[in-house]
């Protein structure tokens, strides 16, 4: 059965990197979009980014634009997510998830993993 597997989140201080990964199982990976949301603690959940199946990029924040960058590679079933200079807002636990690129309805989704930006 298909699968969203996240991995990379932890603890790093203000100004620090993480690289997510989202493995998938299954073989229609690459015929799906993929994206990133995150939450935190008390607030909505937000969008942070996502990636068509062609490869083509989109961050949605302008908190994060120019901070975090999304690729795939089809060929190994994953999609990550770069997080560069971050800050404690970005604290959340980020979910990775996979999304019919005509109809936008989320099949898939991943547990989540934790990201704490702490000094």
Same mark, same amino acid.
């Given at each position: 059965?298909?699968q969203?597997?996240?991995?990379?989140?932890?603890?790093?201080? %203000?100004g620090?990197?993480?690289?997510?990964?989202?493995?998938?199982?299954?073989?229609?990976? &690459?015929?799906?979009t993929?994206?990133?949301?995150?939450?935190? %603690?008390?607030?909505?959940?937000?969008?942070?980014?996502?990636?068509?199946?062609?490869?083509? %990029?989109t961050?949605? %924040?302008?908190?994060?634009?120019a901070?975090?960058?999304?690729?795939?590679?089809?060929?190994?079933?994953?999609?990550?997510?770069?997080?560069? &200079? !971050?800050? =404690?807002?970005?604290?959340?636990?980020?979910?990775?998830?996979?999304?019919? =690129? !005509?109809?936008g309805?989320?099949?898939?989704?991943g547990?989540?993993?934790?990201?704490?930006?702490s000094?």
């Amino acid at each position: 059965q298909v699968q969203l597997v996240e991995s990379g989140g932890g603890l790093v201080q %203000p100004g620090g990197s993480l690289r997510l990964s989202c493995a998938a199982s299954g073989r229609i990976f &690459s015929s799906y979009t993929m994206g990133w949301y995150r939450q935190a %603690p008390g607030k909505q959940r937000e969008m942070v980014a996502d990636i068509i199946t062609t490869g083509t %990029p989109t961050t949605y %924040p302008g908190s994060v634009k120019a901070r975090f960058t999304i690729s795939r590679d089809n060929a190994k079933n994953t999609v990550f997510l770069q997080m560069n &200079s !971050l800050k =404690p807002e970005d604290t959340a636990v980020y979910y990775c998830h996979a999304r019919n =690129p !005509l109809s936008g309805v989320v099949t898939y989704w991943g547990q989540g993993t934790q990201v704490t930006v702490s000094s």
